[in-house]
C-alpha cells in the first residue's frame, strides 16, 4: 500500500472513478499499527479497490475536512467524494474491517 505524499497527489488520487479507501494513520498510533497485522490479508480480498495510507499528523486539514477524529480512520471516494467513513474506533478487528467494506454503498 503506498503513503501518499502531497496534497496534489491525494487529490488526484480520490478522484479517480475507481473506488479507493484512504487510511488515515499516524506512526506513534498503537491502533494503526495493529491494523497493519491483519490488513495485508483484507488487501487480497479487495482487489476491487485502490489503497491507500496518509499520516494524518503531516496532513492535519485533510483530517479535519473529511472529518478524521479519530486513527485509524477508512474512508471511501470516489469521484473526488467521500462516501464512507469507517471511525477508528469501529477499525479494531478484521471483523470489523470486512463488515464496513461488505457494507460499502457502491
Known sequence: MKEVQTLEEFNEIISADKETIMIFTAGWC???????????????????KAWYEIDRDKFPELAEKYEVMGIPSLLLFKGGEKLAHL?????????????YLDSLPV
Open 30 to 48: 498503537p491502533d494503526c499499527r495493529r491494523l497493519e497485522v491483519f490488513l495485508p490479508e483484507i488487501l487480497e480480498e479487495h482487489t476491487d
Open 87 to 99: 471511525h477508528s474506533a469501529n477499525a479494531k478487528t478484521p471483523e470489523d474491517v470486512r463488515a
